[in-house]
């Protein structure tokens, strides 16, 4: 780190419970003035997401409401065996109602099953504990609320600069090698370098054919170079519109950026 002061440990987990009830709660209510009209945009649930035209606000209230029961459920099992099935959104009007039973539910299982107990988890890079679970999904929240403002066309509530600073880091170190051995990442090698102008805080990207490494400094010698804000980068590097500046190889820049 080059400079800022990261959320880590217990900190780090307790503030991403918060922001899971306070992302998920947002979420909600604005799923809530959109199905009834009170928003700038028409079409109800249907409107379009504009930065993820495959996605309808309908499909981004069933994704996250079937990704809070299958994050619940890994939490729950008390194993590092494998994930759960994923159960389907319900095809009545009850989607808000069942989007908000999900959630509650999300936040209990994280406030009570011990942070150590032990949980699958989808990347190599991750601790196998359930603490883990509530850095990823207030992360998923944060950047999933914000694609239903875009869809709501709404102004983006901010996030703290110390969960967006933890948001980019948790991409670039946990996620990024889950990807590792798929294309475009198992045939790239790169060094890509990226700096929260917000906290100062650097990164340092190395993907060698399938295998990636992530470093706190700057060599000075990457192949590209991301520089922006927290908010901003968080937005970038899960593939959404954003103001952040590259340098370098764009080709090196877009191996970071989500799918």
Known sequence: MTGGTALAGDSLRLRCIEAVVEEGERFGILAAELAAGLTRAGGGLDVVVPWVPAWTARDLVGHLGTVHRWATDIVRAGTTDGPPASTR?????????????????????????????????????????????????????????????????????????????????????????????????????????????????????????????VAPRHSGTADATLTGAGTQLLLHLWGRPADVRVSGDAAAEALLRGR
């Open 89 to 213: 959104p319900p095809d009545d009007d009850d989607l808000l109602g069942w989007y908000a039973a999900g959630h509650t539910e999300l936040v209990r299982a994280l406030r009570t099953v011990p942070p150590d107990s032990p949980a699958w988890h989808m990347s190599p890079a991750a601790p196998k504990v359930a603490a883990t679970w509530a850095r990823r999904q207030a992360h998923e929240l944060a950047v999933h609320r914000m694609d239903l403002e875009a869809a709501a066309g709404v102004p983006h509530a901010p996030i703290e600069p110390e969960l967006a600073d933890d948001g980019v880091d948790e991409l670039l170190s946990i996620v990024v090698p889950r990807w590792a051995h798929t294309e475009p990442l198992a045939g790239a090698s790169a060094l890509v370098a990226v700096r929260n102008t917000d906290t100062g805080r650097g990164w340092e990207v190395r993907i060698a054919r399938g295998a990636v490494d």
